[in-house]
């Protein structure tokens, strides 16, 4: 992908120690950013993205922690010098029907996906609308809109962050700051990898394209949002899913 004017940009990437974060932050570093990354399973260094990637400094914390994620967002800026572009991927997943999720199940994916999406979104704005403007993108996914068997605690957490980048966007847009999410379908990385194989084969079936989609598919999309090819996109989220939920 040629000129997604990503060179020089400063990048801060919540769950960059794996999947599609670690995917994102990989792609950032071909079009020359500089990043930032942010994990709760930080080993100091992002993995799983080449040998680039392995240079990005990952800042151990938690996002349902907000002043941790405040303070990491505070030092990557003062690290890079300036923050154009926040990319939250961090996320968790903990399938159940919803009569047999209790409290604790509950509320980890919640405050994990949504409070975290929050903490991120809060503590961004002002650093950003400080450069004059920028770009943040959430992850969602198909079932934030659609709903699924099992996933209620992650497909309302996944509505909810629809609904915060949209209300983001409307208050943010007037400062240059743009807010949109993506919403993935079934996606090959470590969070699907212990699925039952017969999940696994409903979703491709699914898919109008017929495969499932890999950590870089989203991560491109990711870039899209994240430069300013998309410099009239805000508010939107943005199905990456093959055509597996397609009508919504
Ligand atoms: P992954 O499990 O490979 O990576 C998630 C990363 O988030 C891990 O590095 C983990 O340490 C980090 N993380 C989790 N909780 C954290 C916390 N409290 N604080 C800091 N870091 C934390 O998963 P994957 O697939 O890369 O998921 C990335 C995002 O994409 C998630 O938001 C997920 O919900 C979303 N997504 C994934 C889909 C898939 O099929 N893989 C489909 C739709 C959405």
Request: charge should be neutral; charged fraction near 15%.
């Amino acid at each position: 992908m040629a000129g997604l004017e990503l060179s020089g940009k400063a990048a801060f990437v919540t769950g960059a120690a794996s999947g599609i974060g670690a995917a994102v932050v990989a792609r950032l570093l071909e079009e020359g950013a500089r990043v930032v990354g942010f994990d709760r399973a930080a080993s100091g260094a992002a993995s799983g993205g080449g040998s680039s990637a392995s240079a990005v400094r990952v800042i151990a914390g938690d996002v349902t922690k907000s002043a941790e994620v405040a303070a990491a967002l505070q030092a990557a800026r003062a690290e890079l010098g300036r923050l154009e572009v926040v990319v939250h991927c961090a996320g968790v997943t903990d399938d159940a029907v919803v009569w047999k999720l209790d409290d604790a199940r509950w509320r980890r994916v919640v405050e994990t996906n949504l409070d975290g999406s929050f903490h991120v979104v809060r503590a961004a704005i002002p650093l950003l609308r400080a450069e004059g403007g920028g770009s943040i993108v959430l992850i969602a996914s198909i079932l934030g809109l659609r709903g699924g068997f099992g996933s209620s605690s992650y497909a309302a957490s996944k509505a909810g962050v629809i609904a915060l980048a949209k209300s983001a966007a409307a208050e943010a847009g007037a400062f240059g700051v743009r807010v949109n999410a993506v919403a993935p379908g079934y996606i090959q990385t470590p969070m699907t990898a212990s699925l039952p194989p017969a999940i696994t084969e409903m979703a491709r079936q699914a898919a109008a394209l017929g495969r499932l989609g890999e950590a870089g598919e989203v991560a491109d999309a990711i870039l899209f949002l994240a430069s300013p090819l998309s410099r009239y996109v805000t508010g939107t989220c943005l199905r990456v899913d093959g055509g597996q939920c397609m009508g919504y």
